[in-house]
């Protein structure tokens, strides 16, 4: 009787991570469905982020879609940079490569032309957040270079 009690927090605990496991699941499988309508597209546990041309969208993964979301254009932007922790790259200052002593949570950080607050968005990963961010920041100079945008 005593083997058998000794199980059931084992028993507990398997049935917490098959359950944590199955949720994790239904978010990615409603990402994927919401990722489809957007060129290039991203999925974490803090913020699902896609892109079509130079609008940027992006929310909260659940298992019914990606909640409260919330969009910017890129012509609306004014610099793009990288924040890990207490420090702020640029995105100029990321390439040719990012440096190696990175570590800890990350945000996109977006600087907007007009009197708007600063728009952030969260990584887990921070080679992600820079990959992200350079190809950002390229996008942006081809917008800021485009004759359209001369005046």
Known sequence: MERGLMWLPLLAL???LAWAGWNEYQKVEAYKQWATSYN???YDIYAALGQTGNILTWGK???RGVIDTHSLSLHDVSSIAVRVGDRTLA???LEPAPPSDLKGRAALEFHMKTA???VTIPFTDVTLATQWAIALDRDLRNIQE???NVG
């Open 61 to 63: 993964p659940t298992r």
């Open 40 to 42: 290039r597209a991203k």
């Open 91 to 93: 995105s100029a200052d």
């Open 116 to 118: 708007q607050p600063t």
């Open 146 to 148: 485009s004759p359209s």
């Open 14 to 16: 398997f049935l917490g």
